[in-house]
Protein backbone atom coordinates (compact mmCIF):
# COMPACT_ATOMS: atom_id res chain seq x y z
CA UNK A 1 0.00 0.00 0.00
CA UNK A 2 1.57 3.47 -0.91
CA UNK A 3 1.54 6.08 1.34
CA UNK A 4 2.28 8.79 -1.20
CA UNK A 5 1.29 12.87 -0.68
CA UNK A 6 3.12 16.16 -1.04
CA UNK A 7 5.24 15.67 1.63
CA UNK A 8 6.65 12.46 1.18
CA UNK A 9 7.67 13.54 -2.38
CA UNK A 10 8.78 16.87 -1.02
CA UNK A 11 10.80 15.29 1.99
CA UNK A 12 11.87 11.99 0.42
CA UNK A 13 9.96 9.89 2.50
CA UNK A 14 8.09 6.60 2.69
CA UNK A 15 5.17 7.72 5.17
CA UNK A 16 3.98 10.78 6.27
CA UNK A 17 5.12 10.47 9.80
CA UNK A 18 7.29 13.27 11.32
CA UNK A 19 8.36 12.77 14.68
CA UNK A 20 8.11 16.65 16.22
CA UNK A 21 11.16 18.39 18.26
CA UNK A 22 10.78 17.17 21.57
CA UNK A 23 12.89 19.30 24.42
CA UNK A 24 15.58 17.25 26.41
CA UNK A 25 14.58 13.86 24.73
CA UNK A 26 15.45 14.38 20.60
CA UNK A 27 18.87 13.70 19.74
CA UNK A 28 20.38 11.66 17.58
CA UNK A 29 19.21 7.92 18.35
CA UNK A 30 15.61 8.91 17.87
CA UNK A 31 16.07 10.99 15.44
CA UNK A 32 17.70 8.35 12.85
CA UNK A 33 15.44 5.74 14.06
CA UNK A 34 12.48 7.54 12.98
CA UNK A 35 14.20 8.23 9.60
CA UNK A 36 15.90 4.72 9.37
CA UNK A 37 11.52 3.73 9.58
CA UNK A 38 10.48 5.50 6.98
CA UNK A 39 9.39 8.80 8.65
CA UNK A 40 11.52 12.22 9.18
CA UNK A 41 13.33 12.21 12.50
CA UNK A 42 14.24 15.42 14.00
CA UNK A 43 17.28 16.04 16.78
CA UNK A 44 16.44 19.46 19.20
CA UNK A 45 18.65 21.91 18.28
CA UNK A 46 18.18 24.32 21.43
CA UNK A 47 17.93 20.96 23.89
CA UNK A 48 22.23 21.44 23.05
CA UNK A 49 24.41 23.32 24.94
CA UNK A 50 26.42 24.76 22.10
CA UNK A 51 26.61 24.89 17.92
CA UNK A 52 29.75 22.27 17.90
CA UNK A 53 27.10 20.03 20.08
CA UNK A 54 24.80 20.12 17.34
CA UNK A 55 27.34 19.90 14.91
CA UNK A 56 28.12 16.73 16.58
CA UNK A 57 24.77 15.60 17.00
CA UNK A 58 23.75 16.59 13.60
CA UNK A 59 26.80 13.79 12.45
CA UNK A 60 26.20 10.85 14.89
CA UNK A 61 22.76 11.10 12.87
CA UNK A 62 24.58 10.86 9.31
CA UNK A 63 26.17 7.91 10.98
CA UNK A 64 23.46 5.94 11.84
CA UNK A 65 21.23 7.07 8.88
CA UNK A 66 21.17 7.95 5.39
CA UNK A 67 17.80 8.85 5.15
CA UNK A 68 16.43 12.57 5.44
CA UNK A 69 16.33 14.18 8.68
CA UNK A 70 15.23 17.60 10.15
CA UNK A 71 16.70 20.26 12.84
CA UNK A 72 14.36 21.75 14.77
CA UNK A 73 14.45 25.32 16.43
CA UNK A 74 12.17 26.43 19.42
CA UNK A 75 13.48 30.08 18.29
CA UNK A 76 11.45 31.40 21.63
CA UNK A 77 13.16 30.02 24.09
CA UNK A 78 13.72 33.08 26.99
CA UNK A 79 15.65 34.91 24.03
CA UNK A 80 18.09 32.64 23.87
CA UNK A 81 20.14 33.41 20.52
CA UNK A 82 20.22 30.82 17.41
CA UNK A 83 21.87 32.04 15.15
CA UNK A 84 24.94 29.80 15.60
CA UNK A 85 23.07 26.99 16.20
CA UNK A 86 21.34 27.87 12.95
CA UNK A 87 24.29 28.63 10.90
CA UNK A 88 25.36 25.29 12.10
CA UNK A 89 22.54 23.44 10.31
CA UNK A 90 22.92 25.76 7.44
CA UNK A 91 26.33 24.51 7.28
CA UNK A 92 26.11 20.92 7.64
CA UNK A 93 23.31 21.18 4.95
CA UNK A 94 20.48 19.35 7.29
CA UNK A 95 17.76 18.36 4.73
CA UNK A 96 15.02 20.20 6.38
CA UNK A 97 14.77 22.84 8.92
CA UNK A 98 11.82 22.84 11.81
CA UNK A 99 10.72 26.06 13.70
CA UNK A 100 8.51 26.95 16.37
CA UNK A 101 7.43 28.75 19.16
CA UNK A 102 8.05 32.73 18.26
CA UNK A 103 8.33 35.34 15.41
CA UNK A 104 9.89 32.75 12.91
CA UNK A 105 10.81 35.93 10.08
CA UNK A 106 14.51 36.30 11.55
CA UNK A 107 15.03 32.39 10.81
CA UNK A 108 13.57 33.13 6.93
CA UNK A 109 15.42 35.46 6.83
CA UNK A 110 18.66 33.90 7.56
CA UNK A 111 17.48 30.88 5.36
CA UNK A 112 17.11 33.26 2.59
CA UNK A 113 18.86 31.22 -0.54
CA UNK A 114 19.80 28.16 1.46
CA UNK A 115 18.33 24.69 -0.50
CA UNK A 116 16.63 22.99 2.90
CA UNK A 117 13.05 22.49 3.64
CA UNK A 118 11.04 24.42 5.83
CA UNK A 119 8.55 23.71 8.03
CA UNK A 120 6.77 25.46 10.90
CA UNK A 121 4.69 24.51 13.82
CA UNK A 122 1.74 26.47 14.02
CA UNK A 123 -1.27 26.78 16.84
CA UNK A 124 -3.56 29.33 14.67
CA UNK A 125 -5.04 29.47 11.45
CA UNK A 126 -3.10 33.02 11.49
CA UNK A 127 0.10 31.35 12.08
CA UNK A 128 -0.13 29.01 9.44
CA UNK A 129 -1.09 31.56 6.66
CA UNK A 130 1.40 33.66 7.91
CA UNK A 131 3.73 30.83 7.67
CA UNK A 132 2.95 30.67 4.30
CA UNK A 133 3.37 34.12 3.46
CA UNK A 134 7.18 34.05 4.48
CA UNK A 135 7.82 30.88 2.56
CA UNK A 136 7.39 27.55 4.74
CA UNK A 137 7.13 24.28 2.55
CA UNK A 138 4.54 22.67 4.86
CA UNK A 139 2.70 24.17 8.26
CA UNK A 140 2.71 21.49 11.09
CA UNK A 141 -0.61 22.35 13.22
CA UNK A 142 -0.99 21.62 16.70
CA UNK A 143 -4.63 21.17 18.29
CA UNK A 144 -4.78 21.59 21.92
CA UNK A 145 -4.60 18.07 22.82
CA UNK A 146 -1.00 17.96 22.31
CA UNK A 147 2.31 17.74 24.52
CA UNK A 148 3.84 20.69 25.10
CA UNK A 149 3.33 24.20 23.85
CA UNK A 150 -0.31 24.49 22.65
CA UNK A 151 -2.23 27.70 21.23
CA UNK A 152 -3.70 30.17 23.72
CA UNK A 153 -7.54 29.70 22.21
CA UNK A 154 -7.95 25.80 23.27
CA UNK A 155 -9.00 24.66 19.62
CA UNK A 156 -8.40 20.88 18.97
CA UNK A 157 -7.22 18.89 16.37
CA UNK A 158 -10.29 18.23 14.54
CA UNK A 159 -11.14 21.80 14.50
CA UNK A 160 -7.95 23.23 13.76
CA UNK A 161 -6.81 21.08 10.56
CA UNK A 162 -9.39 21.33 7.98
CA UNK A 163 -9.92 25.03 8.86
CA UNK A 164 -6.25 25.22 8.06
CA UNK A 165 -6.49 22.87 5.13
CA UNK A 166 -8.48 25.45 3.89
CA UNK A 167 -6.50 28.45 4.32
CA UNK A 168 -3.27 27.54 2.81
CA UNK A 169 -2.23 25.84 -0.64
CA UNK A 170 1.18 24.19 0.91
CA UNK A 171 1.19 21.13 2.56
CA UNK A 172 -0.68 21.12 6.20
CA UNK A 173 0.90 18.49 8.71
CA UNK A 174 -1.96 17.05 11.57
CA UNK A 175 -0.04 17.56 15.17
CA UNK A 176 -1.56 16.84 18.82
CA UNK A 177 -3.34 13.92 20.05
CA UNK A 178 -2.19 11.19 17.46
CA UNK A 179 -0.16 7.90 18.12
CA UNK A 180 -1.93 5.27 16.01
CA UNK A 181 -2.92 4.00 12.49
CA UNK A 182 -6.65 5.33 13.12
CA UNK A 183 -5.33 9.20 14.49
CA UNK A 184 -3.07 9.01 11.18
CA UNK A 185 -6.10 8.29 9.20
CA UNK A 186 -8.02 10.56 10.28
CA UNK A 187 -5.41 13.23 10.05
CA UNK A 188 -5.60 12.51 6.39
CA UNK A 189 -9.33 12.84 6.28
CA UNK A 190 -9.02 16.15 7.40
CA UNK A 191 -7.03 17.12 4.47
CA UNK A 192 -3.67 16.88 5.92
CA UNK A 193 -1.04 15.35 4.01
CA UNK A 194 0.90 13.67 7.10
CA UNK A 195 1.33 13.66 10.94
CA UNK A 196 3.60 14.76 13.46
CA UNK A 197 3.82 12.92 17.14
CA UNK A 198 5.91 14.21 20.07
CA UNK A 199 3.77 12.24 22.97
CA UNK A 200 3.85 8.96 21.21
CA UNK A 201 7.41 8.65 20.38
CA UNK A 202 8.77 10.05 24.23
CA UNK A 203 7.46 5.68 25.02
CA UNK A 204 9.77 4.22 22.29
CA UNK A 205 12.83 1.83 23.09
CA UNK A 206 15.05 4.82 20.94
CA UNK A 207 13.51 7.47 23.70
CA UNK A 208 16.77 6.80 25.34
CA UNK A 209 16.82 10.26 27.26
CA UNK A 210 13.46 9.73 28.64
CA UNK A 211 13.73 7.87 32.14
CA UNK A 212 11.89 5.09 33.08
CA UNK A 213 9.89 6.68 35.30
CA UNK A 214 8.27 9.36 32.23
CA UNK A 215 7.45 6.44 29.85
CA UNK A 216 5.58 4.33 32.92
CA UNK A 217 4.17 7.67 33.56
CA UNK A 218 2.44 7.87 29.97
CA UNK A 219 2.08 4.41 30.44
CA UNK A 220 -0.16 4.46 33.48
CA UNK A 221 -1.77 7.94 32.00
CA UNK A 222 -5.56 8.28 31.55
CA UNK A 223 -5.98 10.79 29.04
CA UNK A 224 -7.38 12.83 32.11
CA UNK A 225 -3.72 13.24 33.51
CA UNK A 226 -1.94 15.98 31.93
CA UNK A 227 -2.34 19.24 32.67
CA UNK A 228 -2.05 22.38 31.31
CA UNK A 229 1.07 25.04 32.74
CA UNK A 230 2.16 28.73 31.92
CA UNK A 231 -1.55 29.57 30.96
CA UNK A 232 -1.27 32.63 33.23
CA UNK A 233 1.80 33.56 31.12
CA UNK A 234 -0.10 33.31 27.91
CA UNK A 235 1.94 30.72 26.53
CA UNK A 236 0.26 27.73 27.54
CA UNK A 237 2.15 23.84 27.79
CA UNK A 238 0.56 20.57 28.43
CA UNK A 239 2.38 18.23 30.88
CA UNK A 240 1.59 15.06 32.70
CA UNK A 241 0.15 15.73 36.17
CA UNK A 242 2.46 15.32 39.12
CA UNK A 243 2.52 17.22 42.04
CA UNK A 244 5.12 20.03 40.85
CA UNK A 245 2.62 20.51 38.08
CA UNK A 246 -0.21 20.88 40.55
CA UNK A 247 2.00 23.61 43.00
CA UNK A 248 2.66 25.16 39.59
CA UNK A 249 -1.11 25.52 38.89
CA UNK A 250 -1.36 26.75 42.70
CA UNK A 251 1.09 29.77 42.40
CA UNK A 252 0.01 30.42 39.11
CA UNK A 253 -3.01 31.06 40.71
CA UNK A 254 -2.20 33.11 43.13
CA UNK A 255 0.94 35.08 41.61
CA UNK A 256 1.05 35.02 38.05
CA UNK A 257 3.83 36.49 36.94
CA UNK A 258 6.95 34.06 35.05
CA UNK A 259 9.03 35.60 37.77
CA UNK A 260 6.78 33.52 40.65
CA UNK A 261 6.89 30.33 38.49
CA UNK A 262 10.03 30.89 36.52
CA UNK A 263 12.35 28.10 38.98
CA UNK A 264 9.33 25.51 38.41
CA UNK A 265 9.12 25.93 34.45
CA UNK A 266 13.39 26.10 34.26
CA UNK A 267 14.65 24.00 31.42
CA UNK A 268 16.66 22.43 34.86
CA UNK A 269 13.29 21.53 36.32
CA UNK A 270 12.06 20.19 33.27
CA UNK A 271 15.44 17.48 32.46
CA UNK A 272 15.35 16.50 36.67
CA UNK A 273 11.84 14.75 35.31
CA UNK A 274 12.89 13.86 31.92
CA UNK A 275 16.13 12.34 32.70
CA UNK A 276 16.28 11.65 36.25
CA UNK A 277 12.67 10.76 37.08
CA UNK A 278 12.67 13.18 39.86
CA UNK A 279 9.13 14.23 40.64
CA UNK A 280 10.50 17.87 41.94
CA UNK A 281 10.33 18.32 38.11
CA UNK A 282 7.59 18.65 35.00
CA UNK A 283 7.93 16.71 31.59
CA UNK A 284 5.73 17.81 28.94
CA UNK A 285 2.75 15.59 27.64
CA UNK A 286 -0.06 15.35 25.29
CA UNK A 287 -3.73 13.74 26.02
CA UNK A 288 -2.77 10.58 23.95
CA UNK A 289 -0.93 9.33 27.00
CA UNK A 290 -4.28 8.20 28.01
CA UNK A 291 -3.84 5.22 24.49
CA UNK A 292 -0.28 4.61 25.73
CA UNK A 293 0.34 1.15 26.39
CA UNK A 294 3.76 0.34 26.06
CA UNK A 295 7.83 0.98 24.90
CA UNK A 296 7.86 -0.85 21.33
CA UNK A 297 10.73 -0.02 19.13
CA UNK A 298 10.12 2.83 16.66
CA UNK A 299 10.56 0.50 14.20
CA UNK A 300 7.17 -1.51 15.82
CA UNK A 301 5.85 1.82 16.12
CA UNK A 302 5.78 2.16 12.47
CA UNK A 303 4.97 -1.48 11.75
CA UNK A 304 1.64 -0.98 13.78
CA UNK A 305 0.65 2.22 12.41
CA UNK A 306 0.82 1.57 8.90
CA UNK A 307 -0.80 -1.82 9.34
CA UNK A 308 -3.58 -0.35 11.75
CA UNK A 309 -4.40 2.87 8.90
CA UNK A 310 -4.43 -0.21 6.09
CA UNK A 311 -7.08 -1.96 7.89
CA UNK A 312 -9.07 1.21 8.10
CA UNK A 313 -8.68 2.10 4.44
CA UNK A 314 -9.74 -1.60 3.25
CA UNK A 315 -12.49 -1.25 5.70
CA UNK A 316 -13.62 2.09 3.78
CA UNK A 317 -13.09 0.40 0.53
CA UNK A 318 -15.26 -1.95 1.34
CA UNK A 319 -18.32 -0.65 2.79
CA UNK A 320 -20.95 0.24 1.00
CA UNK A 321 -22.20 3.90 2.88
C1 LIG B 1 8.29 16.42 25.68
C2 LIG B 1 7.93 17.35 24.56
C3 LIG B 1 8.83 18.32 24.18
C4 LIG B 1 8.54 19.14 23.08
N1 LIG B 1 9.49 20.02 22.65
C5 LIG B 1 9.31 20.66 21.46
C6 LIG B 1 10.36 21.43 20.90
O1 LIG B 1 11.44 21.58 21.46
N2 LIG B 1 10.14 21.99 19.68
C7 LIG B 1 8.96 21.83 19.01
O2 LIG B 1 8.82 22.30 17.88
N3 LIG B 1 7.93 21.14 19.55
C8 LIG B 1 8.10 20.54 20.74
N4 LIG B 1 7.08 19.77 21.26
C9 LIG B 1 5.84 19.62 20.50
C10 LIG B 1 5.90 18.37 19.60
O3 LIG B 1 6.86 18.51 18.60
C11 LIG B 1 4.55 18.06 18.94
O4 LIG B 1 4.10 19.18 18.23
C12 LIG B 1 3.49 17.65 19.96
O5 LIG B 1 4.03 16.76 20.89
C13 LIG B 1 2.33 16.98 19.24
O6 LIG B 1 1.35 16.53 20.14
P1 LIG B 1 1.34 15.03 20.75
O7 LIG B 1 2.25 15.12 21.92
O8 LIG B 1 -0.09 14.84 21.10
O9 LIG B 1 1.82 14.10 19.69
C14 LIG B 1 7.30 19.01 22.40
C15 LIG B 1 6.38 18.06 22.85
C16 LIG B 1 6.65 17.24 23.91
C17 LIG B 1 5.64 16.20 24.34
Known amino acids: MQWKTRLTSMLGIRYPIIQGGLAYLAYSELAAAVSNAGGLGQIT ?12 EIHKVRAKTKRPFGVNFAIGQHGRPFTDMLNVAIEEKVPVIS ?6 TPVFEQLKGVDVKKLVLVAAKRQAVKAEDLGADAVM ?6 GGHIG ?7 VLVPQVVDSVSIPVIASGGIGDGRGFMAALSLGAEGIEMGTR ?10 HQNYKQALIDASENDTSVIKRSLGAPGRVIRNSWTDQILEIEKIDPTYEAIKSYISGDANCAYVHNGHEDGFGWAGQIAGRIKDVPSVEELFDRIIKEAGTVRERWNDTEY
Not at 45 to 56: E, K, Q, T, V
Not at 99 to 104: D, W
Not at 141 to 146: F, K, R, S
Not at 201 to 210: D, W
Open 99 to 104: MTGGNP
Open 141 to 146: VVGQEG
Open 201 to 210: FIATKECVHA
Open 152 to 158: KEDISTM
Open 45 to 56: AMSLSSPNDLRN
